[in-house]
Each structure stands twice: as structure tokens, then as C-alpha cells.
């Protein structure tokens, strides 16, 4: 019986305790807030994250507020998170104004937790206003801000977190064209018309040009039966080609380069502040008007990593992220970490990128420098020109008028250690313009969550919008949440669509004019159309679940799109998990949105089981697609499911597969290419085809050392040369 009762009373006294220790723990801010004044643009908005779940009474404009010098009041506007954990304090509606002195945002001790906990402390943050970004000074002033923020990630106890990581018109649709002087030939799958993007293989509609093995191939592929390797383009071991342009008589190679600096490694001991080597991305331009002796024009070399690479009627757009090496700042305190950078226009040697072409990016805490390089393909003899600045981007957009840059807001990440798992990080939009060659921010904007790839980033009729996924689809607690919001020409908020699938994350997204459309999966692939022909007030109007995903999505016409991902499989857990999710064979599906609220898979295509996969389910400029012709091509590795075991596969093929797609019949397999044996038993990438393009109605498959052609009528195979 005393035990029973020492049971009972042990009961009644753990609530106690737990909400005792509840109640005794403190108040506080989590995330950052700078002791010295920030730097910020205009429409800054501030997001302060707290240890506990906020009383939403006690946050207002009493306790949260913003004042400038003069002690006015700022006409800010403030948000809660969902969680009640977090404070947005968003810009008044036309931004902060520059001025001389500086404003203040303050938290009041009055703000208190649910269990009635008060802040510990009044807090404050002093910030300054940039129109513009401001630039650099000097190599001290540049070397003064990447120590600080090396202090500040040890004070925070954070982890390093970086890594050394559209309106449719039916010409974008088809990709088919002429180029002057050769016949009728496929384009690159791009994104936006008349932003071309960098590829390993172009085509003018005579010769096809390709990156591989590390050389570039030019090759006179027609007519197919007398295809003849003109010329190959060698490179000594410190550049590897990966992409080229193609430009009137000029190709542009781009590639990774790996320059050793002889005088720096006689001398490392003594001076650290000259690395042993530049590894960067580099352009080599050839006149090829000659195709088997094409000669180079110029070069123009960039240190860092490419992002991203455009040409817009001639002009050529390189982005390059540059991790310096900070911590010899530590040693050498006037070490220069400038960018090394060279046009051979110029010079044949390297030099800094000059200060005066160096900016901030307000608030950024990352450590690197994004260098964009922009050069003239109309004009061959003047300078590149080289924009830097000090902050990260790592997925860019980039339509007729202007550059998008998006990078992963790590500053705000929690203190603490125990929130760090919980955190999510956001994502800060980077608006460019250009102009002549020289890069200028416009404006900038913070976003809730983080994107997937180019695709989830669209400008349309002056309004940007942008598709994101907030939070974890493992965190039951949090669960992930998705968003769209529509911005506008300054990058302020105008209309959003947010929570969409909770628990889910967007796989792929499209946008064709005011049509925009979203896949989430976890265990099934909703598939979203949102209506934006409002943009301040965008609206789902339809959604459609169904088995499986899709990785991209392309239009077909306006009221047809074509989905490419893959089929699931889902089993139900174990004594009471989640259910399992299993991939299997790749999926195509041809989803119907003629009505908008009723969308509708029309056609499906599964092909192959577990293991299965292609090129296309990551890299869009994987696909042939041409509506004329009634061609929809792709890359594929295929594994079959054995039946005599439940988890395993067999590998059956390595080619390419060609689909017709109409809407009567669906997809309709035309032709299978391949480059190995029939008795081949497993993949060998010297076979792997990995890229498809046409010139008039021959079909040609490339893998790295042979090209086929087939005819587009029969699928019969022309002819083969091999590449070696």
C-alpha cells in the first residue's frame, strides 16, 4: 500500500517539476544580434529568434519597434512565426531611408514567453541604411570584415556551413531553329528564350561541337554518312573543359583550371599570402571558321568555382564563387585575398581585382567572394569586365533584362546548439542589372524558405516570383511547409500562396506565364496549378495526387505539360512508422490543365524498375523535345525488378530512348539508341550516352568516344564513328 501511494505521489510531483523547470527557465534571444552597427539595404527585415514560444499579446509595437535618430518611430510591420518562436520585423512599405545617422531596433523586457517567462534583458540592434551597395575601401577594410566575421562564427559556436556547395513562347517550347549557314538543328533545352546556356554539346546545324575526355571535339555530322572529325582541341592537364557556347565563328570553351603559382611555392614559407595555386574558371575563346584549324582569340580567367554561365545576344555571363583561404588572416593580417583575375586582352598575367570593383553585400555573413565576369563576343578586343562581391549566391535565374542571384541564409541560424537541428535556413534574392559589361545590385529581398534549382525562379511581366520549401519533412513537430511569392520591380512583397502540402517538399516547378505549377512529394506527388494572373492575389486552383514525382516538368503547349521523375512504391511501416517509400522505374506523365481546377494525368509511361534512372531527372539540358517533330528524347540507364527478388534489379540497357507525344496517344516509343553490345551485363561509361541533338531529320546519340545517326523517319542507323 506505501508503495502504491509513493507511485501516486511520484506522479502528481514529475508535471510539477517539469513545469517548475519550465517556468524557472529564462527568456532569451537566440539568434545574432551584432553588438556593432550593421550595414543593411532598405527593405531589410529583420528576423529574431527566441528560446521559447512567445505570449503573441505581449509582442507589439510597444515591446518591438524600430526608431531612427530622432527617436521617430519607423512604420514597420510585425509578423509571428508559426511557431511562436521567431519575430519578423519587416521594412516600412517603401523601405528605410538613407540617412546620415543611423535607426535602432529595439525588444523590450516586457516580451514574455507563453509560461510568462520576461526577456532577460532589453535588447537592441544599431543599423545604417545603403541605398547602393556600399564598396570596398581598402585590402584592410576587406581583410578587417573577413576576420570579424571569423570571430563572430566562433562567439556563435557555428558549424562552417559552406563548401569549398518564365514566360513560355512556343519557339522555347520547340527548340528548333536554323543558324546561319547550316540547316534546321536542335538548341540547348533552356530555360528562358534567348538566354542561351553553356552545355557540352552545340550544334550550328553542320558540325556538332562537344566537351569530353578533356578536349573539345568539332565534328562535320552532315550529311550523317559522311561524318568526319575536323579537328580536336588538346589542353595541358591544368584546364578541363566542361561546357562550350557557340557564337557566329566563335566557340567559347569553359572549363576548371588549375594554375600552379611557381614563385609562390619557392616562397611559401616566408610569405603565406600568395597561395601555391589559383584553381578558377576559365574561357577560351577559338575562331572557328576554320574548323580544322581553329585559333584562339583570347582567354579570360576567374578564381573560384563556376555557379552558373549565360550568353545573351553575344554577351557572355560568368558567375564564379571563390572561397578564400581567411584563417592565414590570422598570421598575415595584410594578407591580399582579392580575386585573382586575367584577360588576355589585357595582359597574359593575373592580377587583383581592383577595389574600387569590390562591394559588400550588406548583412551577409558568408565568407566568399561572387565574382561575375562579362565579356563581348561582338567585341573582340575590348576588356572583360570583372564585378565583385563580398557574399554568397548559389542558384542564379537570369532573364532578357536582368540577373537573379538566390543564396541560403545561414546568419540567422540559432546559438544555441540545441536549436541548430530545428533550423531551417532562408533564402536572400539578389536583383542584378547590367550595365554595358559592369554588374549592379538594384535591390534585394528575404525569403522564407529555400529553393530547389533555377526552375523554382521565374520574372514575369516585371514581377519575380519565386517557389520555396521552409523546414524538414523527417520533423513531425515542424513539419516542412511550401510557398510561392510574387515580388515586385523594387523585389517587395506583393501576393503569396504559403503552407502548401505540410510535411512535404517541392520536387519541380514551372512557370508559363501566369500559369504556375508545383510538384511536392512524400509519399505522393501532388501536382499544384496556381492561377497569377493577379499578382497580389495568386490562387490554387487545382491539385492532383497521384503515384510517384516529378523532377522536371516541361510545357508541351499552353494548356499541356509533360511531367519526367519517377514511380513509387509505398509499403506500410512496422509496428506503427512511417510508411516506407520505394523508387522504382523512371515515370512520364502528360497531365491535362485545360481546366485549371480539374487538372488531370492524362498519359503515364513507366519505364524500367528499381535502379533506372537518367541524366534528365537532374540536368534539363538532357532533353531533345521538339513539338514539330514530334520528338521527346532522353539519356537512359534502365534496370529491370527481378521476380524472384523482392529488392532487386537487373540491369537490362544503356542508351537512349525517342517517345512521341500527342494528345491522342500519348507517348509513343519511336527508337531505341545504344553504344554497347547486346551481351553487354553491366553499364561502361566510355557507351554512356548522355547527350541527343538533330540537324533536318537525322537524330544523332553522343556518348565520350563514338557518335551515331539515325534516320528520324525509321530510326534507322546511319552511321557510327568512333572517337578515340
Known amino acids: 500500500m506505501k508503495r502504491r501511494w509513493l507511485v501516486m505521489i511520484l506522479l502528481l510531483l514529475i508535471p510539477a517539476a517539469i513545469s517548475a ?39 507589439n509595437a510597444q515591446t518591438v519597434y524600430v526608431v531612427n535618430d530622432e527617436g521617430e518611430k519607423q512604420n514597420v510591420t510585425l509578423d509571428l512565426s508559426d511557431d ?71 562567439r556563435s559556436n557555428k558549424f562552417e556551413l559552406f563548401s569549398s556547395s518564365e514566360s513560355v513562347e512556343e519557339s522555347s517550347m ?48 552532315y550529311p550523317a554518312n559522311k561524318m568526319e572529325v575536323m579537328s580536336v582541341l588538346k589542353f595541358n592537364q591544368e584546364f578541363s573543359p566542361e561546357s562550350l557556347f557557340l557564337h557566329e565563328q566563335q566557340l567559347v570553351v569553359i572549363g576548371h583550371s588549375y594554375t600552379e603559382n611557381r614563385k609562390s611555392v619557392e616562397g611559401y614559407v616566408q610569405d603565406t599570402s600568395f597561395p601555391a595555386y589559383y584553381q578558377g574558371v576559365k574561357a577560351i575563346v577559338f575562331d572557328i571558321e576554320n574548323k580544322k584549324d581553329p585559333k584562339v582569340i583570347r582567354e579570360i580567367e576567374v578564381e573560384g568555382y563556376l555557379t552558373a554561365a549565360r550568353m545573351k545576344e553575344g554577351k557572355v555571363f560568368m558567375l564564379a564563387n571563390q572561397y578564400p583561404d581567411i584563417w592565414i588572416l590570422e598570421e598575415n593580417p595584410e594578407a591580399d585575398l582579392r580575386p585573382m583575375f586575367k584577360d588576355t586582352v589585357k595582359s597574359d598575367s593575373f592580377e587583383r581585382v581592383d577595389v574600387k570593383n569590390i562591394s559588400y553585400i550588406p548583412a551577409s555573413k558568408d565568407q566568399n567572394f561572387t565574382n561575375i565576369a562579362v565579356f563581348d563576343l561582338n567585341q573582340k578586343n575590348k576588356e572583360a569586365v570583372l564585378s565583385t562581391f563580398i557574399g554568397s549566391g548559389d542558384n542564379i535565374y537570369m532573364s532578357k533584362d536582368y540577373l537573379y542571384m538566390a543564396s541560403n541564409d ?34 534585394s529581398a528575404e525569403i522564407n524558405g529555400t529553393i530547389l534549382n533555377q526552375f523554382s525562379m521565374d520574372e514575369h511581366e516585371g514581377y519575380f516570383r519565386i517557389a520555396t520549401t521552409k523546414g524538414s519533412t523527417f ?25 502548401l502540402a ?7 516547378a514551372r512557370f508559363m506565364g501566369d500559369k504556375i505549377y508545383i510538384v511536392t512529394f512524400k509519399e505522393t506527388d501532388p501536382l499544384f496549378v496556381i492561377d497569377s494572373s ?40 512496422k509496428n506503427g512508422s512511417e510508411p516506407l517509400v520505394f523508387t522504382e522505374g523512371i515515370k512520364m506523365s502528360l497531365f491535362d490543365v485545360t481546366d485549371m481546377k480539374n487538372p488531370k494525368e492524362k498519359f503515364t509511361e513507366i519505364i524500367g524498375g528499381r535502379g533506372t534512372y537518367s541524366p534528365l531527372n537532374d540536368d534539363h539540358k538532357a532533353l531533345l523535345f521538339n513539338k514539330k517533330k514530334d520528338i521527346f528524347a532522353f539519356p537512359i540507364t534502365v534496370y529491370e525488378n527481378r521476380k524472384d ?55 544523332y546519340a553522343l556518348s565520350p568516344e563514338a557518335i551515331s545517326a539515325y534516320d528520324m523517319d525509321t530510326y534507322r542507323k546511319i552511321n557510327v564513328m568512333d572517337i578515340n
Open 21 to 59: 523547470v519550465i517556468m524557472g527557465t529564462q527568456l532569451k534571444v537566440v539568434s545574432q544580434i551584432d553588438t556593432v552597427d550593421a550595414k543593411v539595404l532598405s527593405n531589410k527585415t529583420w528576423k529574431i529568434y527566441f528560446s521559447q514560444k512567445l505570449d503573441h499579446h505581449t509582442v
Open 475 to 499: 520533423n513531425d513537430d515542424r513539419p516542412s511547409a511550401n510557398n510561392l511569392y510574387i515580388l515586385d520591380e523594387n523585389l517587395h512583397e506583393v501576393g503569396n500562396v504559403e503552407d
Open 645 to 699: 527478388k523482392q529488392y532487386d534489379s537487373k540491369y537490362t540497357f544503356q542508351g537512349a530512348y525517342v517517345y512521341g507525344v500527342d494528345l491522342e496517344n500519348g507517348f509513343t516509343i519511336k527508337g531505341k539508341m545504344t553504344h554497347q553490345d547486346n551481351d553487354a551485363i553491366y553499364e561502361e561509361w566510355e557507351d554512356t550516352i548522355d547527350r541527343l541533338v538533330y540537324i533536318n531529320n537525322t537524330i
Open 502 to 508: 505540410r510535411g512535404e517538399r517541392i520536387y519541380s
Open 534 to 573: 493577379d499578382p497580389q492575389s495568386p490562387k490554387v486552383l487545382g491539385e492532383l495526387k497521384i503515384p510517384g514525382f516529378s523532377n522536371y516538368l516541361h510545357p508541351y503547349d499552353e494548356n499541356h505539360l509533360i511531367g519526367f521523375g519517377y514511380d513509387t512504391r509505398v509499403e506500410a511501416g
Open 84 to 154: 511562436q518562436k521567431a519575430i519578423f520585423i519587416r521594412p516600412p512599405e517603401t523601405g528605410y531611408e538613407a540617412r546620415a545617422g543611423s535607426y535602432k531596433l529595439l525588444l523590450s523586457d516586457d516580451i514574455q514567453s507563453v509560461h510568462g517567462r520576461s526577456l532577460t534583458a532589453q535588447r537592441e540592434q544599431s543599423f545604417s541604411v545603403e541605398l547602393t551597395l556600399p564598396k570596398a575601401e581598402s585590402v584592410a577594410q576587406i581583410n578587417d570584415h573577413f576576420l570579424s566575421l571569423l570571430s563572430s562564427n566562433r
Open 410 to 443: 545561414f546568419s540567422l541560424m540559432p546559438l544555441r546548439q540545441n536549436s541548430i537541428d530545428d533550423f531551417s535556413p532562408d533564402t536572400t534574392i539578389y536583383k542584378f542589372k547590367f550595365e554595358d559589361l559592369k554588374t549592379v545590385m538594384m535591390a
Open 174 to 221: 520547340d527548340n528548333s531553329g536554323a543558324a546561319e549557314g547550316g540547316g534546321q538543328h536542335s538548341e540547348t533545352n533552356i530555360q528562358v528564350e534567348g538566354v542561351d546556356e553553356a552545355d557540352a554539346v552545340k550544334t550550328d546545324g553542320q558540325y556538332i561541337y562537344r566537351a569530353a575526355n578533356g578536349e573539345v571535339q568539332i565534328v562535320s555530322a
